[in-house]
């Protein structure tokens, strides 16, 4: 159980277009999803918090109106890389738990692969 | 602010050996503590969860304790195998976000 998927797995876009990356809850209703992001030999750093229906809490230094992020349901967040560009290129991993308040385990997605150029 | 490191950066063993990885936080007031394994541009493995009140937790070959008063964590490996190579990620859960704050990681390489 506690399935997490992300969809596409790997993207290479343009500059200066946007890309859409999806995280599925398969098993469980995710009431809090996480997103990261992780350069080449760094950790994964906490780009926002969205809880199901309410707006996304976005870690400092991170921009909102550059990662949109959507929780519409309990089993789907979507983050949108707006206007972007090859500084952005990362990998980013989504997680999800089951729980308000997160104190429970987060369960990972395997993560997507972008590539700006 | 919360800050996790992890020793070795990297590591390379021969196969069969017993290993430790070692990693420390700077701030004790932690809800729970978790070892990740992660393959190359793959996502996160779950291996074992500790709640701060737990010392240890066990899984097959590998053990993970918790000393939450000294900021420390270590993770045996038993006889290690070459299916064991990758990156193992230390993270601590706390904070009234329940933020999940992450060390850099140790690259482990078994070699046969």
């Known amino acids: 159980g506690a399935v997490v998927s992300q969809h596409p797995s790997r993207v290479i876009c343009k500059s200066g277009t946007s890309v859409k990356i999806e995280c599925r809850s398969l098993?469980?209703?995710?009431?809090?999803m996480f997103w990261y992001r992780q350069f080449p030999k760094q950790s994964l750093m906490l780009m926002a918090t969205s809880n199901e229906g309410s707006k996304a809490t976005y870690e400092q230094g991170v921009e909102k109106d550059k990662f949109l992020i959507n929780h519409a349901s309990l089993t789907l967040s979507t983050l949108t890389v707006t206007s972007a560009h090859p500084e952005d290129s990362s990998f980013y991993i989504c997680s999800a738990s089951g729980s308000s308040g997160s104190r429970s385990e987060q369960y990972f997605g395997p993560g997507t692969r972008l590539t700006v150029t | 602010k919360q800050e996790v490191t992890q020793i070795p950066a990297a590591l390379s063993v021969p196969e069969g050996e017993n290993l430790v990885l070692n990693c420390s936080f700077t701030?004790?007031?932690?809800?729970?503590l978790q070892w990740f394994r992660q393959d190359p541009g793959k996502g996160l493995t779950s291996l074992l969860l500790i709640q701060s009140s737990q010392r240890e937790q066990t899984s097959g070959r590998l053990n993970a304790s918790l000393d939450k008063s000294s900021g420390r964590s270590t993770l045996y490996i038993a006889a290690s195998q070459p299916g064991d190579s990758a990156t193992y990620l230390c993270a601590v859960q706390g904070g009234s976000n329940y933020k999940l704050t992450f060390g850099k990681g140790t690259l482990l390489t078994v070699n046969p």
């Open positions: 098993d469980f209703q995710a009431t809090t």
């Open positions: 701030d004790s007031a932690i809800y729970n």
